[in-house]
């Protein structure tokens, strides 16, 4: 019996920028597959059938990433930053009313940012139906920490099947998900000659996949269903993850706070900013690349050989799964200068592509047509939040704070981010 389920695929750990550089290399040609760090048997519940490999899958991806690929569109993110913003406004009343006037407040800011990125994706793939959305968002965040307490055990393939106590609560999490979801989907459809499909992410989605466009629609109810379930997993701890590390390092760089603060009044004034303003903010755009380099959320990813390949000269057979260590790319003398592992956020003064001595050496969000479909969703969000958080607050690190980033998959302060805030308001 396989003590893992991969115990028997060969592994290639690649340290080199650009892993998904050439023809060969990049998927069109089937060559290299994502292979996700959680498997897809540990993200969906045990008794659904594992993640299919090969062509079937990619023409699968492609269907998914057409529909889903208007939602985020870069004019529908700039409507949802109003959404994100009113999200960020009320939790830092929230903050404002627990400190004394004039005085200051200590505050666990990751959990925080988990409970702020979950609000706002409830709202901005939900929309109308925000309070449903809310419940099926709790209901798969437990089955997702189920799933994830035994990911690194040993496994045994046939336990996923048997009716054991963790089995039975799984599925029945994932029978209320699927039915909570169904019945969001359902009203929607009924009411889409009087009230549109909606504007938020599902809506998007919804009016991408409609039979109108062709003559079935692209996705089954049970695709759409997933689809939805993606954009929890995939777009709340990653964008919690990359406020908390951008608050870190901003409290530990106080003059780039000022610097930063500078920027925000001058371009966003008091108020609450818009699409237009945060593009403007360069020197918050800088900031947050080099926090991504430095403490990007996702540490690692993995692909699949499909066919025999070649990559950086190595001569890989079909099903080697390449580990991608971002984090260690990230900090790599070779790829960054002498300087790779200091904080410098100037480096990407002439844009991303030529930071590095590779135009792929940013590996955050991936690259490639795989590439993180989040990513300016992600982008929009901390500039909003982390505007919102200078026009009103300075602060700096609690001395509780303990350094000890961990993380297997997505990176986070192991004992959380205490950080003391002081209004700056009158
Ligand atoms: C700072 C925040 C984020 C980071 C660092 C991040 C990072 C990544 C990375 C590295 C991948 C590629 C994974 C792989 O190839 O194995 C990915 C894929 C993906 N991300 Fe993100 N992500 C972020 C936010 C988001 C958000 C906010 C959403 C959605 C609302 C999202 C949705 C997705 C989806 C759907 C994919 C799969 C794309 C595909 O296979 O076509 N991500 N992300």
Redesign the pocket.
């Known amino acids: 019996m396989d003590p893992h389920p991969r115990a028997h695929v060969p592994l290639l750990v690649r340290i080199q920028a650009d892993p998904v550089r050439g023809r060969r290399e990049r998927g069109e040609a089937g060559a290299l597959r994502?292979?996700?760090?959680v498997p897809q048997e540990h993200r969906q519940p045990a008794h659904r059938p594992a993640a299919r490999q090969g062509a079937r899958a990619h023409r699968r991806?492609k269907r998914?990433?057409k529909v889903?690929h208007p939602a985020?569109n870069m004019d529908k993110l700039k409507m949802m930053t109003v959404t994100m913003s009113d999200c960020a406004g009320s939790m830092m009343s929230e903050w404002k009313a627990k400190m004394e006037k004039g005085g200051d407040i200590e505050i666990e800011l990751s959990s925080q940012f988990e409970e702020l990125?979950a609000d706002v994706?409830s709202h901005?793939?939900f929309g109308s139906s925000y309070e449903q959305g809310k419940k099926v968002f709790l209901a798969q965040r437990e089955l997702q920490f189920l799933a994830y307490s035994t990911v690194f055990n040993v496994q045994i393939p046939a336990l996923r099947y048997l009716p054991t106590e963790k089995n039975l609560k799984i599925w029945k999490l994932d029978k209320e998900v699927r039915s909570m979801l169904m019945n969001i989907i359902k009203t929607r459809l009924e009411n889409k000659d009087t009230m549109g499909y909606g504007n938020d992410?599902l809506g998007l989605m919804l009016e991408a996949c409609a039979p109108e466009h062709g003559q079935n629609p692209i996705l089954s109810m049970d695709e759409i269903i997933d689809?939805c379930k993606?954009?929890f997993?995939?777009?709340?701890d990653?964008?919690s993850?990359?406020l908390t590390w951008t608050m870190f390092l901003l409290s530990t760089h106080p003059e780039w706070q000022e610097k930063l603060r500078e920027e925000v009044l001058r371009e966003c004034g008091n108020g609450a900013p818009t699409g237009d303003m945060l593009n403007k903010l360069q020197l918050v755009n800088m900031f947050l690349l080099e926090t991504?380099r430095l403490y990007?959320?996702?540490a690692v990813?993995?692909?699949k050989a499909c066919s025999d390949l070649e990559v950086g000269g190595i001569k890989v057979p079909e099903g080697t799964v390449l580990t991608i260590p971002?984090a260690t790319i990230h900090r790599d003398k070779e790829v960054w200068g002498e300087d790779a592992n200091e904080f410098k956020p100037m480096r990407f003064e002439n844009g991303v592509t030529r930071a590095g001595k590779h135009p792929n050496a940013l590996?955050?969000?991936?690259s490639g047509?795989?590439?993180?479909?989040?990513?300016n969703?992600?982008?929009i969000?901390?500039k909003a939040v982390i505007a919102m958080i200078l026009q009103r607050f300075s602060f700096s690190l609690s001395p509780k704070y303990v350094h000890a980033p961990m993380g297997m998959i997505?990176v986070r302060p192991k004992f959380g981010l205490p950080m003391v805030l002081m209004s700056l308001e009158m």
């Open positions: 994502p292979q996700r760090a991806w998914h990433r889903v985020f990125t994706i901005t793939a992410l689809e993606t954009f997993f995939a777009g709340h990653t964008s993850h990359l991504l990007g959320p996702v990813i993995q692909r971002i590996l955050s969000f991936s047509p795989r590439s993180c479909i989040g990513q969703f992600a982008m969000e901390a997505t």
